[in-house]
């Protein structure tokens, strides 16, 4: 009578679900270590791209790249002195900055 409509018991269910599933995701983030390393993008037709990586976990990373450009869904981030050769998924990406997770083969 007043308001909203109540939405459907499964539509319901469905939005708890997914707000549970988003906290357990924060909750279970991996611990983050901030870096400042030069690394490199190479992407599936060989090309590479010099980065900076800011901070690396268990799980992933974040970079920054100097040329703006739309990144491809899949990458592989190189950095010698941390001895990472990854494939990596790119989760995110905006303005030159990019959130990477490491895809285990």
């Known amino acids: ?11 319901l269910a469905e939005r708890m679900r ?4 988003r906290k357990i995701r924060q909750i279970e983030r991996a611990v983050r270590q901030s ?6 993008l190479i992407l599936a037709d060989g ?6 990586v ?8 974040r970079i920054e790249y100097f040329v703006r ?3 491809p869904a ?7 002195t941390l001895r990472i050769k990854s494939r ?12 990477l997770a490491f895809v285990r083969d």
Not at 35 to 40: C, E, I, L, N, S
Not at 55 to 60: K, L, N, R, V
Not at 88 to 93: E, L, P
């Open 1 to 11: 009578m007043f308001g909203k409509a109540k939405p459907p018991q499964d539509q």
């Open 18 to 21: 997914r707000a549970v599933a």
């Open 35 to 40: 870096v400042f390393r030069q690394g490199a």
């Open 47 to 52: 090309e590479k791209h010099p980065v900076a």
């Open 54 to 61: 800011k901070d690396i976990s268990a799980t992933g990373a």
């Open 69 to 71: 450009r739309e990144l």
């Open 74 to 80: 899949f990458v592989t981030l190189v950095e010698p």
């Open 88 to 99: 990596a998924r790119v989760v995110w990406q905006r303005e030159g900055v990019a959130g």
